[in-house]
């Protein structure tokens, strides 16, 4: 039986390896922290969340939910960890970071086929017959490594920014100010959400346009074309998924209303209003003594931020316990380099997970390591891997990745847009897009579960 080699400890990394080593494979499992850190990284712990602490909606046939039910049946493990992690957030899964972390190394550390090597991997074997590598080192994947896979794949990589989300300390908090809810009452008021008057909101539209930024430093540069090269100034490409809210603000005075400081749906007890903006504060951890500001991700310099956040009703006089921050996130081009069962086309004892290979997210990172671990397995027996169906929400973002129009290609996260879509007189007969939902939902568990008995 080949052997199999996981590259990153981040999420994609310690699944592809649990699962690896439940189905009988032995597995080397590197990460390069502590030896090397990374620009994001606080800890050496297996599974930091480096931005939110959340795994997304657990709302019946969202589009989330069923990525996360199709996991579970799959018994996959670092959502099982997620689980018995979890912190309230009303319709939503969000973990304690820390417990989470400290959860997913005890289950490496109790698998006898996993052998964890702290060390730093800059070379990759493609012609090793005898070893399946796993490459699942993430969106801060080293300089080194990064050139070794470009070397490898003759392919350039594409690039965006990502951010972390500020925390403040709980006990700073002007309760008077703020209330509990979630969303139009779904789930249970884990939300702490602090509501703006219109004059609230332009005073701090204002300071927020007008706060300084943190310059792009060196690691951060993308060369995207000549003229930028020629003046030695380098364009900040952002993920749309994912946009600093300073950048969000200068789209339109209304954009941020239209984001993450919608008031839809967020009843302010004391008015019976919705307020004209809000700004949704989430628990960090068990203990509730922390909070991290949703959607809050930005590229200022602390002291703007510590300046323009607390011009947020309720944090007039917040302690920040962490302020956003922004790192480069690297990614392949998949569509030109990966088959469905995450193999390099060229060279097919190298695979590719999580948001290396294109996903974004927590929960679709976990996934896909899930889906390489199993496919890891298969191979290191000389089977070749039956890719996740389409008609499921796994098999739909691997497909989007594979087959994605390549020059425009963008990292995705889970929705009903990637699930294959009904047929066109169904489509006629159904008028609620719940229903629809629902029903995509129920074909994706029924796809997947036939695929998981049928696989061996």
């Known amino acids: 039986m080949k052997k199999i080699k996981v590259i990153g400890g981040g999420l994609a990394g310690p699944e592809a390896a649990l699962q690896a080593a439940h189905f009988g494979c032995d597995v080397d499992l590197y990460e390069m922290r502590p030896t ?3 620009e994001a990284h606080q800890t050496s712990d297996f599974a930091e969340l480096v931005c939110s602490n959340s795994l997304k909606s657990e709302s019946e046939n969202t589009a989330p939910w069923l990525l996360k039910q199709e996991m579970r049946r799959a018994s996959c493990i670092l959502l099982a960890e997620a689980d018995a992690s979890a912190v309230p957030a009303g319709h939503a899964l969000a973990v304690d970071r820390v417990e989470f972390s400290r959860r997913v190394a005890t289950r490496i550390e109790a698998e006898p086929r996993i052998t964890v090597h702290r060390e730093e991997v800059t070379t990759l074997d493609a012609d090793d017959p005898d070893t399946i590598t796993i490459l699942a080192t993430g969106p801060l994947t080293s300089a080194a490594l990064a050139a070794e896979l470009q070397r490898l794949t003759g392919s350039d990589h594409l690039a965006f920014y990502d951010s972390i989300s500020p925390i403040v300390d709980a006990t700073t908090i002007d309760m008077d100010k703020v209330y509990f809810a979630a969303r139009y009452d779904k789930g249970t008021a884990d939300y702490i959400n602090c509501p703006f008057t219109k004059e609230q909101y332009d005073t701090f539209l204002d300071a927020l346009i007008t706060a300084e930024a943190v310059p792009p430093k060196p690691w951060e540069q993308i060369p995207t074309n000549l003229e930028a090269r020629a003046l030695n100034i380098e364009p900040v490409h952002y993920f749309e998924g994912c946009l600093p809210i300073e950048e969000t603000a200068r789209r339109g005075r209304d954009t941020l209303r239209f984001g993450p400081m919608k008031p839809v749906g967020l009843t302010d007890p004391k008015t019976g209003r919705w307020p004209y903006a809000v700004v949704q504060l989430r628990q960090e951890n068990l203990r509730a003594d922390s909070y991290n500001l949703v ?30 921050q922004i790192h480069r996130n690297t990614y392949i081009n998949a569509p030109t380099l990966l088959a469905e069962a995450l193999q390099l086309r060229a060279h097919s004892n190298i695979m590719i997970a999580g948001q290396l290979s294109g ?32 008609a499921s929400a796994n098999g739909s973002l691997t497909y989007y990745i594979t087959h994605a129009e390549s020059k425009r290609f963008q990292p995705a996260n889970i929705t009903f847009d990637l699930l294959l879509p009904l047929e066109e007189e169904l489509r006629k007969k159904i008028r609620g897009k719940k229903e629809r939902h629902r029903i995509q939902c129920d074909r994706a568990l029924l796809a997947w579960d036939q695929w998981l008995t049928s696989v061996p």
């Open 36 to 38: 090397r850190s990374t």
């Open 295 to 324: 959607g809050f991700q930005n590229h200022l310099k602390f002291g703007e931020q510590a300046r323009v956040l607390r011009l947020i009703p309720g944090l007039e006089n917040a302690t920040f316990l962490r302020y956003g």
């Open 359 to 390: 996903v974004e997210g927590y929960t679709e990172s976990i996934a896909s390591g899930l889906l390489a671990g199993r496919y890891a397995a298969s191979l290191a027996m000389g089977v070749q891997p039956v890719p996740a169906p389409r």
